[in-house]
Every structure is written in C-alpha cells, then in structure tokens.
C-alpha cells in the first residue's frame, strides 16, 4: 500500500520560507514516475502547485513559479516544496500527490 507523509507546514509571516517534504513508501516506482504537490485554500477546489517527473522535469502554476521550488531526491523515496518570499494567499493546507494517492496533507498559514 503506498503511503505518502506529509511533513514541514506551520504558521509563517509574509516574506518568510518553509521546506515541505514528502516520504513516500510502499512502491518501487517512485524514482520513475512523477511526484508533486497540490493545495487547497479555504472554499476553494484543490489546485497543481508544482510537479516533478522522474528524470527531474518540473511543472510550476503560475502563482508560485520564481518562489517556489520543487525537487526529489529518489534515494530516500521524498520530494521537497521549498517555498521563498510566501504571500498570504498560499495559505492552504498542502497535499502531496503520487499517481493515484494523495497525503494527509499539511496546512501552511502565511499571515500578513
């Protein structure tokens, strides 16, 4: 059974960074296929954040891209969000996405 663990939210101020993290179990397939990171805000449908495919190709929405930075490291199975320069409006609580599975998720509050 694949398990993803969601790991790194907390409260932040506008301006500051947080490193999430993922650890994923349960699969040989990791290191091949494509990992990422969804969110969702209050009253809002969940959203892409960021992807990474296996050879290291990344995908950015466009509300994150030069502040937020995805990468995997295939040896401990774990994808990373590092995101910079946070702005009230990526509070959301953040999921973990692998193929068909999802994390519990982590809630990340930026305030002003």
């Known amino acids: 059974q694949v398990q993803l663990v969601e790991s790194g939210g907390g409260p932040v101020q506008a301006g500051g960074s947080l490193r999430l993290s993922c650890a994923a179990s349960?699969?040989?397939?990791?290191?091949?296929?494509?990992m990422g990171w969804y969110r969702q805000a209050p009253g809002k449908q969940r959203e892409l954040v960021a992807t990474?495919?296996?050879?290291?190709?990344?995908n950015y929405a466009n509300s994150v891209k030069g502040r937020f930075t995805i990468s995997r490291d295939n040896a401990k199975n774990t994808v990373y969000l590092q995101m910079n320069s946070l702005k009230p409006e990526d509070t959301a609580v953040y999921y973990c996405?692998?193929?068909?599975?999802w994390g519990q998720g982590t809630q990340v509050t930026v305030s002003s």
């Open positions: 996405w692998y193929s068909s599975y």
């Open positions: 349960g699969s040989v397939f990791f290191s091949i296929n494509a």
């Open positions: 990474i495919s296996g050879n290291g190709n990344t």
